[in-house]
Each structure stands twice: as structure tokens, then as C-alpha cells.
């Protein structure tokens, strides 16, 4: 079954970084937007920065900076660079596949804990 396969989740400690992959088969991120979700504790899922079908980044409010998303499409990837990590990041992240009258795709879902 086609899904989306992410990894470089793990442990940090606050103030540092780590870098998302995501592997997302062109049959699926050609035609859709792509991007990373998140989900903290306490919290409902909520949207981090994705890519347009057109590929433009757009990135939430309370990314402030810290996180930038980039592509290979050579390679079928989507990262999600994560600098100056805080507690509050501390959740589950997910890759995620999407667009209008599409099938709609998502990880399963990786850790990422940040330690005060």
C-alpha cells in the first residue's frame, strides 16, 4: 500500500535541532500539496509548513523562523528542518499528502521529544 514514510525523529535537548524526512512517492506529491502536521500533547493536529502544488512554502505564525521546509524531487523527499527546538515542540509530527478531489495521504507519525 502507497503511504507516506517519515523519519529523524527522536530525542534533543532544547535550543536543538533536527531534520524530518519524508518519503512521498511522486505518484503522490506531484498533484498534491505536501507539508508537516503536528500533533502536542494536549492538543488537536495542527499544521507546521507545507508546499503548494505550485511549490511554495508557507509555514504557520508560531514557526517563527525556526523551522524551514525544503524538497528533493530527485529524491521523493520533503524535510522539515526544526532549529531552536523548545518543550512546547515536544509531539508527534507527521507527513502529510493532500489536495482537492484527491486522496488524501498521511504518515504514520514519528516522536519528537525536547528535553529542558
Request: proline share 2%.
Amino acid at each position: 500500500q502507497v503511504q507516506l514514510e517519515e523519519s529523524g525523529g527522536g530525542l534533543v535537548q532544547a535550543g536543538g535541532s533536527l531534520r524530518l524526512s519524508c518519503a512521498a512517492p511522486r505518484s503522490i506529491a506531484s498533484n498534491r500539496d505536501i507539508g508537516w502536521y503536528r500533533r502536542l500533547v494536549g492538543k488537536q493536529r495542527e499544521l507546521v509548513a507545507y508546499f503548494t502544488t505550485g511549490d511554495i512554502a508557507n509555514y504557520e505564525k508560531f514557526v517563527k523562523g525556526r523551522f524551514t521546509i525544503s524538497r528533493d524531487d530527485s529524491q521523493n523527499m520533503v524535510y522539515l528542518q526544526m532549529t531552536d527546538l523548545k518543550p512546547e515542540d515536544t509531539g508527534i509530527y507527521y507527513c502529510r499528502a493532500w489536495g482537492a478531489y484527491v486522496k488524501d495521504y498521511w504518515g504514520k507519525g514519528m516522536l519528537v521529544t525536547v528535553s529542558s
